[in-house]
Antibody
Framework: EVQLVESGGGLVQPGGSLRLSCAAS????????MSWVRQAPGKGLEWVAN????????YYVDSVKGRFTISRDNAKNSLYLQMNSLRAEDTAVYYC?????????????WGQGTLVTVSS | SYELTQPPSVSVSPGQTARITCSGD??????AYWYQQKPGQAPVLVIY???ERPSGIPERFSGSSSGTTVTLTISGVQAEDEADYYC????????????FGGGTKLTVL
């Protein structure tokens, strides 16, 4: 059974940093693109970042470029999101999602999410 | 970047057919995907590549595409189908940058 479990969310002040983790199990982690998707309270879904199977390619939504870094450790079956210079508008539930290249790209499994709140 | 546009809300009675549209200029060139999200839960993929249904998704869920519009159809709507539905597409050039529609709240009357 595919499982994705996020951790690391919490309350952080504007300008602060946070590192999210996602523990994957039930599939060959190193064979899949992985992604982070976020959802602000009461709002829709927003794609944040993608990382290729071997970590050699990474892509970000414009609003987080230069502030967020996606990474992975295939030996530990783990995905990470380092978030720096956090802003109030980064407040959201952050989901870890498995990416599937099927015609284009979609997310076939999602974690339950971890809440990040940026507030003073 | 590009946008995907969905109606904010759709309402149907149980047993009727619900149709949720998603429009975007890139859709003739890129596949669309649909997700169902119930309150407090993670999204679930219900349609991929415009019209394919993942295993475990009921047959009443179907998808279609015509020009710049894709449509999620739920036939014989049940109370349990009340949820938010999001369309999604992605850059197919290799970066796989994804875009989501704003979401549609399906209300079962």
């Amino acid at each position: 059974e595919v499982q994705l479990v996020e951790s690391g969310g919490g309350l952080v002040q504007p300008g602060g940093s946070l590192r999210l983790s996602c523990a994957a199990s039930g599939f060959t982690f190193s064979s899949y693109w992985m992604s982070w998707v976020r959802q602000a309270p009461g709002k829709g879904l927003e794609w944040v970042a993608n990382i290729k199977q071997d970590g050699s390619e990474k892509y970000y939504v414009d609003s987080v470029k230069g502030r967020f870094t996606i990474s992975r450790d295939n030996a530990k079956n783990s995905l990470y999101l380092q978030m720096n210079s956090l802003r109030a508008e980064d407040t959201a539930v952050y989901y870890c999602a498995r990416g599937v290249v099927s015609g284009s790209y979609c997310f076939d499994y999602w974690g339950q999410g971890t809440l990040v709140t940026v507030s003073s | 970047s590009y946008e995907l546009t969905q109606p904010p809300s759709v309402s149907v009675s149980p047993g009727q057919t619900a149709r949720i549209t998603c429009s975007g200029d890139a859709l003739p060139k890129q596949y669309a995907y649909w997700y169902q999200q119930k309150p407090g839960q993670a999204p679930v993929l219900v349609i991929y590549k415009d019209s394919e249904r993942p295993s475990g998704i009921p047959e009443r869920f179907s998808g279609s595409s015509s020009g710049t519009t894709v449509t999620l159809t739920i036939s014989g709507v049940q109370a349990e189908d009340e949820a938010d539905y999001y369309c999604q597409s992605a850059d197919s050039s290799g970066t796989y940058r994804a875009v989501f529609g704003g979401g549609t709240k399906l209300t079962v009357l």
